[in-house]
């Protein structure tokens, strides 16, 4: 390769961000996600991020089921320019009945930008997914959201960070002011204030200060509030954390930031500081060693399949997320797992409706790649060698039910969806050892009725599903498994690689078996 281009690679690379959001429901991932798409004047969007509040108007109608619950099930990709930087948001379905897909999405993200609402602290869905970071060591960035409305003391929150999520926080901003008497937020890292102007707020007044004593903040905001900030600050100066980017790259630390999105407040000093911490794409682990995103072989692994977004076709998209090289239209790649060369010729970069043909791409970029059924998660793409990567993680189900088909005749189909679902990780399918029932372990309620939707729409088999009482699953590790002893509020079943697994009913039953089963390694994921 000749030094032009490689350090034309090496600029692509550098100018990369890729991130989600991780966020409970109603925090305002859509309208953050909103406001960073203005600032970005969005170059291809997944279309309209508010389009995805069903009631507002459907953007991808591919599924009836999305327009009948008023969600969106599946996640997508949106790309924008800023300040020299490329940035790829991966957007995560935002409704409580989040899948497995959004935890794998979350592996293909460089960094993640975790939104909190003021009032309401660290939530469920916000906990599940930071774990899933967590356990990658990305960075993680705190935006705390609707600064406007009354809400918890910043001491509080950043402690509630830490006591929840064993996170240590460092604030870049700090409110002067909440809720109603919100004035605006002092910058510690630029020392300048940003204030509030209007009833709106719409327009925002930057001042730039000596530091944050400066008798100017205590003409702008008053006595009290002046007061107020000052002994806040010097608190934190004293007590909190100092800002440290190695820490903050390795996940240890989490820069923190004040704001509200729906005044656009405090949004763009997020997105410029983020722009400038954020790692860029980072090398992969394979079989070949760590792939370089500057190597000049082009590699990239599936990390989702969504089927039929076009209702009138049946054809699938595997998103890719890409690792290394240069991705061109027309490329040959061997697809490492099937060992055969194959040409990428209809590479979709947006991903729900207006779909838009991508001549090339770089690391960190997603590409949506047309698939006629040869693909699977995790499945590795690569020009010249044979690399494979990690395999992407399985995540423990939390609920499970066991399926039957009511049509016996039907079983031949039955078999095949259940096979094509399983690839797409639509579910996980568990065998019992006892009596070979077949149980289906998901993330989130929602995927039992896509399951159900698409085996009768797809397959023409009408399923039956019996909810069971389990909670959690377990891979077992031991040399001797003994299936009696894995009865009382749990079971043993194995899944479709023939891991011996156990559903618990309940955490109680889970320690105790635990305890009884001192040599075996009870593991969260397929080992
Ligand atoms: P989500 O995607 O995380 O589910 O949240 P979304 O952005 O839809 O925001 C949830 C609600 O919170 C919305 O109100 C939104 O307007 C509001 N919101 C977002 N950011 C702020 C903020 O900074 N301050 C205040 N006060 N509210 C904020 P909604 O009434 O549910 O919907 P809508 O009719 O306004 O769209």
Redo the contacts with the bound molecule.
Sequence with gaps: MSKAIDDMLQQEVEKRRTFA?I????????????KLLLFGGAIRLAGT??A??AS?HATSDWMEIEKQRGISVTSSVMQFDYNGHRVNILDTP??QDFSEDTYRTLTAADSAVM?I?VAKGVEAQTIKLFQVCAKRGIPIFTFI?????EGRSPFDLMEELEQVLGIRSVPMNWPIGTGRELCGVYDRMKNQVELFQGNDHSTIQVQKVEDYNDPVIREMAGDYLHDQLCQDLELLDVAGDQFDLEKVQKGELTPLFF?????N?GVQTFLENFLQLAPPPEPRRSTAGLIEPTNEKFSGYIFKIQANMNPAHRDRIAFMRIVSGKFQRGMTVKHVRVGKDIKLSQPQQFLAQDRDIVDEAYPGDIVGLFDPGIFRIGDSLSQGSEIVFDELPTFSPEIFSKVTVKNALKHKQYQKGIDQLTEEGTIQVFHTVSFDDTILGVVGQLQFEVFEYRMKGEYGVDVQLQRMPYQFARWIVDDQIDPSKFRINSTLVKDKKGNYVVLFENEYAMRTAMEKNPTAKFLETAP
């Design positions: 959001i966020s409970h429901p109603d925090a305002g991932k859509t309208t953050l996600t909103e991020v508010k995805r509040k507002k935002g409704h939104l609402d959201n609707k600064l406007d409305r704001g509200s999105a729906i005044n407040f």
